[in-house]
């Protein structure tokens, strides 16, 4: 039994973490964290977890931590999490970061998307971005995963396999995604307040989004060649789910049918795409791990649309996935 | 043209009230007032007002609100409120209160649901409680009216037909209220948060809310008998809307019929109110300020339902209608 | 492995079903019934399920679903159901029927609620009805278990502890429900058109709808004396949750805490009913077999509340506890 | 006073566009329309209109319609709506087609995505296209106007402006809406019940909505050389609002700033639409005849932003801007 601890215990990713490693028959939750000095029930943060998990919220030093857990799941804001990562691996801990703290690989890249400098640069370059999909084999063996984002999920899921079987070009690709307001947080905000974003829909942070730079980092991997998306979010009056649509230039003589195939042998292993030829919807893989995948052609233009949970496969539920690869439990555990 | 100045513009009552009397022939907005120090646009505050209106929300005194209005709405918090009427109506002005303050009649009552003591304690017990449907006459000659809340209009108009006529007991009345998140106000908590109410129906402060003493009051003086509600208000994931379903113990020998028949008759000449055998739905009333009612009887319980827009007829559309009562407009100008 | 069927598998009730049984250790669904010629895959009828299940919707009769199957759901719409049950007891089936065929004991007021003669009348007075909370030692022996409706089971287990300790009269009860849409079914109609039924709350089936004969009897039962209930339902704009909120009068000395107390007693070792102090949400058990409670004393009347998830402890979750009760498995298999 | 009537008066923008004709001061409507052959009261088929306008839907031929108006909005489905436009104006009437039938010039074009042969093809190619901000001063001299669809509206504004001035590439255009349900029609669907479409988002018709070729159309013209868009059309769970946002590739030295001028100056003098430096929401131009339009720089790439009302600037809002250019009232008469 893996003794797991959470920090940052009072969000929605740790909300459907803790739902989650519930149903894990090899994990147990030891410890959860807050950053408010008196120490509340989780059943009073997370009233759904009422009479399920008898713990409470405290706050505990990264010692503390580490005496009552084998494996970290780390919710805390970016910039927080860094620091805790660096008191937690040396005492011989896995941890999960679930915030953007190690994603991406260039300290200067990070100073300039995140306004701050990164207290643990060193770690960076080689640390792995926790897409089992992509990384599978050093997720395994990794002591420290980053969690990707749940925009970047959506859309590297969808272009990844295209762009490596070389039937899209590397530059001049769009991504236009549309998310339910889950992914922003739980913190009360004037925006995100019930009667302004309700019955409407707006496109926000065009062009600056934190996302960007993580999803170009990932595709340029993947691609082996320099990929610089327009990234373009958008909140839906919906809970949760993300669906992305990607618009790319195809390199040349494939059509519908053969983008189609490229998607499928790509994910033909793995549990969590479904790739098809009908269209995605959120709902369909709402409180999920999955990833639903079609691709469309036309006027010249690939159309490749993912669609995820983001509090699942765009957090929680890969978090799951990646803890599972790296205890060497079977990957879909928990998460069917 | 009567010049308006809307005190405490940055809510929605306010944003609302500004739609209609921009539609208003006989009004003109002269004056904003916020108590930020900064002056913004309306436009900045209320994007939807863009191109619309050219007033900044300013930081005024009563004094110079009187300066430049002949009528002044008040959309302030209880307490804030009574102050600025206390100094409007010594310099001639007409007030219309979209606040608490003036409700009730008893200063004691006040301070006990309000849990602070009255400022004007002596303009209590005169002022007229502005719903047109019952009060009209004294409206139109007021110098101060104090605007209904949402839910005791949507419960008061349904309850009081059947009250005055003896057709229901002044004893033993219940009313269950379902309202949109808008009734709540604009400012960000975290119940409020999108994803916390969205998708979720709960009843909050069951017997504590402060619309049940002015339901008794207003009910008690239409009965002329003593009327102490049971009154239950819940949070439906929607923008607007009250619906008011009222159990009450029929006196005797009413049956659906004329229990229908004593609402039509009661509410025959009003221009707002819509008596019908049809069940009302808020989607019907929205944005708009009308009322509808309906009645059931049901194993030997009257059941009469009210539904309103809580932002229209539940508080800007009723101060508009008592506007046009007070300067002489007809009843109905920029409300149809 | 118990072998299991499911009849009518198209609608929301069979989509809940079939993802609580994929997580069953002891459960394998071997058959899927529609009443449509052409058989389909169940992915494509249930895209959420693509991937995760590889059967199709076939067009059977009783006695090849009998052949398939040790344990027949019965998702059928009234009446339907009824003829498929007569023929599968008779096979030596187990049956956990989700229709309204069975709740009712008695014949004459089930052709008076449903407008049709029932087909299997002798079998009506003895089913169980399926609600563990109260009938659990006769459901652990049942063949045929009656899947109590969505709106009784809020109801009932608000109302049940509160009546069998004498601690209100069976007489006067009054139940104002909310429900989600997706208890009025998959079936595509005017009323609930999305922009129809979103941004609106409307009352339907006031004093007629066929779940209020349903509670009566089951109350009756429980209080050991007659109740006839006021039941109003109410359509709210959310996919899932039923919100009861329940008027009683006490019997005599019982305050706030003395009426919890009862509650927690009723209780105390079950598994899926949580009572607690603060005001219910159905967010809060969205997604969950859990039904919470909670008790005020308002004037003199007792507010009860109750919430479920429509869908689960509203109908498949409890059909699944009804299935580990019949089978002697845990009775949260699946289910937590 | 001009009497108007509409064809097809049962769906939702028949009842908008009867919202806003009662606030016309030189319009009435007297007279609507039914295929259906019961005469119903239009308070019966749309209970918002209860109390305000009293008359019935008929099945009247155009010769009736005729007799009774000057001016015909017609609401009709495409295909119908020509054969009734036929009629009506040989007769003398002006009319407003709120459906497809007369958007595009070209016959073979229009059979192609609507799938029918076009019945009055004569007329296809002179008439003009409502868009005023285009087309101003030809809706005011014509008998016949093709009401433009919602989805082209939000692109073409957005994108007019900037091919107009040369900023943007006539190819390589890729529009990305984002559309409420009640675009959708007033038919219940399977895909359009409350449960399937809540808490989703999706994209459907990629590539074959019929909105692309109208939009390849009117911006062909507006650019004057030839344009065909990607349009990608996604359905959101709200009532009403369409955003589009669109990608194209700039041609030169233009910045964010000077794109802004160039929108900005377009629009100068237009009553209707406000260019500005913020991001648009569909809720800021809810109800309105708005449509709200900004511009982003990203990599290269030019965003262009446009938020309308679906039923308002894109449907009945726009029609009675029509009519208002064509019977010589202000054009804001009724819309503001």
């Known amino acids: 039994m893996i003794r797991v ?22 994990a147990e939750i030891t410890a959860l964290t807050t ?13 759904s977890l009422s009479g399920r998990l008898d713990l409470r919220l405290e706050n505990l030093s990264p010692g ?6 084998d494996c970290v799941f780390c919710c805390l804001p970016h910039g927080a999490s860094a620091a805790a990562v660096a008191e937690l691996l040396p005492r011989g801990k896995k941890v999960i970061d679930l915030s953007a703290d190690y994603r991406l690989n260039d300290a200067a890249e ?20 926790g897409l089992p999909e992509i990384y599978r084999e050093r997720i395994q063996s990794a002591s420290l995963v980053a969690n990707p984002g749940c925009y970047p999920t959506s859309a590297i899921l969808a272009l990844a396999p295209l762009l490596r079987a070389g039937a899209i070009l590397p530059s001049d690709i769009i991504i236009d995604s549309k998310s339910g307001v889950s992914g922003a947080g739980r913190e009360a905000k004037s925006h ?18 934190r996302h960007m730079p993580e ?8 691609a082996d060649a320099e990929v610089r998306v327009v990234f373009t979010p958008h ?9 992305s649509t990607c618009y790319a230039a195809p390199t040349g003589e494939f059509n519908e049918g053969s983008l189609l195939g490229v998607l499928k042998e790509f994910y033909a292993n793995e549990p969590f795409v479904r790739v098809s030829s009908a269209l995605p919807a959120t709902k369909h893989v709402s409180g999920t791990n999955f990833c639903d995948i079609t691709v469309r052609s036309v006027r010249g233009r690939v159309v490749v649309i993912g669609a995820i ?6 957090a929680s539920g890969a978090a799951v996935q990646n803890f599972n690869l790296m205890h060497g439990f079977d990957e879909t555990t928990a998460l069917l």
Chains 1, 2, 3, 4 share one sequence.
């Open 192 to 209: 995100l307040h019930f009667p302004e974003c309700n019955e409407s829909v707006s496109a926000y942070g065009v062009g600056k989004h």
């Open 309 to 314: 949970d983001n509090l699942v496969k765009g």
């Open 35 to 47: 950053r408010q000095t008196d120490a509340k029930p989780v059943s009073e943060v997370h009233p």
């Open 215 to 222: 999803i170009d980092q990932v595709l340029t991997d993947v």
């Open 235 to 243: 909140l839906i009056p919906m809970d949760r789910g993300i669906l």
């Open 110 to 129: 990070y100073e300039k998307w995140y306004g701050v400098k990164h207290s643990d640069p060193e770690r960076m370059p080689t640390t792995v971005y």
């Open 64 to 69: 503390q931590v580490a005496e009552r857990a």
């Open 5 to 26: 601890a959470i920090l940052g215990a009072s969000g929605y990713s740790a909300l459907e973490l803790m739902k989650l490693l519930l149903r894990h028959p090899g």
